[in-house]
Structures are given as structure tokens and as C-alpha cells.
């Protein structure tokens, strides 16, 4: 078999179940793409080498032709004169020179051209490259991060320092364009422009910039500004026929400015009659459409809400037995406290290495993006809102799935005979699931009436994250950092079966790591006496 076959039968094995994969969703499986590009390069210098040959002969050919034929030409009678050099002649014109003309023909890409074909069909997709771009945009947004630390790469924890060209920070622009974002839209180019002012080579003119960036502009209603950035692009092609039509359409909305103001002026003689100052070049961003938005981005940087001493005074460090359960009399799990009301509480050395990577292992080949149920509907559906890949495990799939369940229901002291299955979840650029509840609070979810609702929550963090993906409480300010092999655990419902609003949650999103966790969800049935309820419907 031909090596460029075998490569291209290799990475269509590797890769062949990330058909229709989004992979910016998952920071695991986008490390296939690694591999993916590896296997590029080599066949691209398999290629390179292959051109590099025959130009090698072709050139070796001219070379030598060239000092036949001005030894040849210098006296063409007395060279042909010898019977040899004539049979030559006529040879290589009939012969030698067909070789050559089939070896420039000769295709060599024929190699990499089908392995990339073949690639090509597993590569990321627009939406991959949209919602990778979306993803830097949300890390800049909840991180304050401004576009010249974003692209200089300035970002903490990271291994591997990379930068964006004024081509990347004009494709963010442009992505945020597309999706009517004016305010991204702007940061970018500003950005691409700032780096194009500087002098670094590109193939974006500033021109394109500038369109964009003056159109950006006006969407915030700064005139003045928006004409400046049009008379910049007009100075450079004057031929440009949108800015020459944008930079008339400016100036008769200035001058109705200018005419609105003076009668308004007229009408009332108490007011100013000089122009207010435009604070050019700095926009707020817009509101969205979720209410704790500040205090969500504010508890994922490590600020917000603070514990007083009083409260901090009740938080505890134990050894945790399970209510003396036999399995954990002689070894204990390490409990703390990380928030009094509601209580939640962190366990250490809950899963080993090896069980994470196993059980990572098993997950990985079943990564599928993370679904929310519509609250209308009820059907499960992708959401911007939640970015990341889960998978179910069954204990069945593998013995170190039994052993965590039955650690988890030690631990807890909660049945594991009417919990869900051990989720897996990998988060991907710039993960996050926003605020939400784990309880249900919908009448027609179906596993309410078999099942109850969901009781409680014990999430295991399997990797240590460099940047972000702190698990936070906006009702009451708690930030919980990820620190592999640990888990946390607290109780989504009351004693008496009500939801605790108070459990809204929201996992941060990943600004430097990879971040894997696993939870599994306790229900109602079966712990009916497991956790009695209490007197009141707040217990």
C-alpha cells in the first residue's frame, strides 16, 4: 500500500465518528484535531519533497542543456558535422524532450490532495469557527478582558503563548458583524486597525477595516465619528462607492441634527447653543437577557459577595464516616465546609487518577453536545448558554463506574437505585452553562411522577483548571474553583419537597484549561427515609 493511502486510511479510522461534531464544544475531542493537522503537515512534506525531486531533475536537464546549446549554437555546421552529435539532435528533440514535457506534467500532489479530501469532511465547520469566535468574545466579556490582552495572548496559567494577526481580529469582527453585534464589532476592528497602524503584514487592507468599522460605528448613533472613519477609507480609494454614498447619507443626518437643535434653541433661549462634546470611541454593552449577568461574570473573576468572619466562623474541616457507614468507619473521607446556608460541602480524594482517566476514557468516543430542555416545549435542545459535551455511563459499561456510584452513595448516604446515570462533561472554548436550576420545575417532566425531582447534586471535578470555570451562586455569592479528584455536594430541594431557589448554579466559563467534571443526580424515591421531611416546608 502507498504511504499516502495508508495515512489516508489511518485518519479515516481515527476520525471517522466525529462526523457532524461540534468540536469547539469540547476542549477533549478538539485534541483529535491536533492529530488531524499533524498528519497534514507530514503529507504536505511528502508532497514538498516529491516537488522538490522533480524540480531537482527538470533543473539538472536545463542545466545541462544549457552548456550543450552554446557550445552548439556557436557553430551550428561544425558541430553537426560529427554524425553523433546529429543522431543526438534528432533524439532528444524526438525523444528526451517528450520525457521531460511528461515529467513536468507529472502530478505529485495527487497524494495530499486526497488525504486532505478525505480530512476535509471531518474538519471544524463555520458554525465551529462562529462559535469559537463567540467563545473568545464571552471570555472577554465576562474576564474584562480587553482586545489587545485577548490578542497579545496575555492570558494567566497558559503554557503555550499565542497571539492573534490583524486577519484573526478581523474575522472576529466580521463574526460579530454577521450576528448584528455591533459592540464586538467594533472592539475588533479598532483592534485589526490599531495592529494594521503598527505595521504588521497582512493581506486585509485597511480599507475593509474601516468599512466595517465606520458602519459599526453609526449603529451606536456616533455621527461623528462614524464620518471621520468614513472620510479616513475615502482617502484611501476615493473609487469606494458605499463610503462615498455612507459619507453623503452622514452629513444629511448631521446637518437634521444641526437644524433640530437650533429650533430647539430658538424655542427655548435658556439653553446652550454649543454643540455637546461626543465622547467618540467608547460604548457600553448592551443588556442581554439574563438578570444576574453582573453578578454571575463578578463571582467568576473571584469578586462579589464576600462571607463575613461571623459566617466564616461556622464553616468546618471534618472526617466524614457516612453516618458511620461500615465502608468509611477505617477510611474516612476529608469534608469541608464551603457554605453554611444551604449547606454545601467539598470532599477530597473522592476519585483517584486512575479512575478519572479511565472513566474519561470511556466518555470520550460518546461526547455529544449538552442539550437544555425548552421550557415551552420540553423538548431537549442545544443552547448558546451551555457549551460543552456530556455522556451517560452505566455501571454495566465498566467496573470503575460501579465503584464511584457506590462511593457517591456512601458518601451521601442517598440510593443510587433511583439516581441518574454518572454524566460526563467536558466543556469546550471558552465553556460555561449559565445560571440555572438542577431541580425541575416543570409539571410535565415525566421521571417527576416515577422518579420525584431531582434531590441533590454531587459533581466531581476530574481536572484542575489554569483560568475560570468556577462553579457559582449568584443568589448568595459562593464561587467554588475546581481542584482535581475533589467533589462538592449539596441539596437542590427542601425536606418537605419544594425546590431551594436559593441552588440557582452556574458553572464559569474556562478561560485557560481543559475542565472535566461528573455528577450524578439523587432522586426523590427511594430516599423517602433516607432523608425524612422536616416540620416545615423550609427545612
Known sequence: MKPWLQLVFFTCISLIWHTDAEF??????????????????????????????????IKSWAEKMDVLTSKSTSDPEGYLAHPVNAYKLVKRLNTDWLEL?????????????????????????EEDETGAAKALMRLQDTYKLDPETLSRGNLPGTKYRSSLTVGDCFGMGKTAYNDGDYYHTVLWMEQAL????????TTVSKVEIL?????????????????????RLISLDSTHE?????????????????????KENSMNKTMTTTEPVVQSGAYERPLDYLPERDIYEALCRGEGVKMTPRRQKRLFCRYHDGNRNPHLLIAPFKEEDEWDSPHIVRYYDVMSDEEIEKIKQLAKPRLARATVRDPKTGVLTVASYRVSKSSWLEEDDDPVVAKVNQRMQQITGLTVKTAELLQVANYGMGGQ?????????????????????????????????????ATVFPDFGAAIWPKKGTAVFWYN?????????????????????????????????????????GRTEVD
Not at 468599512?211 to 472620510?231: K, N, W
Not at 416543570?442 to 481536572?463: I, Q, V
Open 493 to 533: 430541594l427542601f425536606r418537605s419537597g419544594e425546590g431551594d431557589y436559593r441552588t440557582r448554579h452556574a458553572a464559569c466559563p474556562v478561560l485557560v484549561g481543559c475542565k472535566w467534571v461528573s455528577n450524578k443526580w439523587f432522586h426523590e424515591r427511594g430516599n423517602e427515609f433516607l432523608r425524612p421531611c
Open 211 to 231: 468599512d466595517y468599522l465606520s458602519y459599526a460605528v453609526f449603529q451606536f448613533g456616533d455621527l461623528h465619528r462614524a464620518m471621520e472613519l468614513t472620510r
Open 101 to 125: 514535457e511528461n515529467l513536468v506534467l507529472q502530478d505529485t500532489t495527487n497524494g495530499f490532495i486526497a488525504n486532505l479530501t478525505i480530512q476535509r469532511q471531518f474538519f471544524p465547520t
Open 24 to 57: 469547539f464544544t469540547s476542549i477533549g475531542q478538539m485534541t483529535d484535531l491536533i492529530y488531524a493537522e499533524k498528519d497534514l503537515v507530514q503529507s504536505l512534506k511528502e508532497y514538498i519533497r516529491a516537488e522538490e525531486n522533480k524540480l531537482s531533475q
Open 433 to 469: 452553562y449559565e445560571p440555572h436550576f438542577d431541580f425541575s420545575r416543570r409539571p410535565f417532566d415525566s421521571t417527576l411522577k416515577s422518579e420525584g425531582n431531582r434531590l441533590a447534586t454531587f459533581l466531581n471535578y476530574m481536572s484542575d483548571v489554569e483560568a475560570g470555570g
Open 242 to 262: 458605499r463610503a462615498g454614498s455612507n459619507l453623503r447619507y452622514f452629513e444629511k443626518l448631521l446637518e437634521k441634527e444641526r437644524e433640530e437643535k437650533e
Open 194 to 201: 490599531k495592529q494594521h497602524d503598527e505595521g504588521e503584514d
